[in-house]
């Protein structure tokens, strides 16, 4: 069975850091581009980062450059969301997707998804 399960939301003071992640099971994940999307209240779900299959190529939202990073560990078929100087506007549920192939990180930013998580919450209390 596929899953993507995230873990390690919460809440946070704004200024404050999270770390998410990703475990992946069911298949094999290396070959894979993976990222986050997020979704706040009354809005669509929106993108945040992508990793390419073999983490040399990333992605990021607009909103959150120079604060996220992502990354990943193929051997622990995890990926990482770091979070730093985090704000109210980014409160949300955080979503783990994953999609096989192996373009650069930024062709998957809008590209449909094979595979999401169940969500995590993040909530930045300001």
């Known amino acids: 069975q596929v899953q993507l399960v995230e873990s390690g939301g919460g809440l946070v003071q704004a200024g404050g850091s999270l770390r998410l992640s990703c475990a992946a099971s069911g298949r094999t994940w290396s070959n894979a581009a993976m990222g986050w999307f997020r979704q706040a209240p009354g809005k669509e779900r929106e993108f945040v980062a992508t990793?390419?299959?073999?983490?040399?190529?990333?992605y990021y939202a607009d909103s959150v450059k120079g604060r996220f990073t992502i990354s990943r560990d193929n051997a622990k078929n995890t990926v990482y969301l770091q979070m730093n100087s985090l704000k109210p506007d980014d409160t949300a549920v955080y979503y783990c997707a994953a999609t096989s192939g192996y373009r650069s990180a930024s062709y998957y930013s809008n590209r449909p998804v094979d595979y999401w998580g169940q969500g995590t919450q993040v909530t930045v209390s300001s």
């Open positions: 990793i390419s299959w073999s983490g040399s190529s990333t």
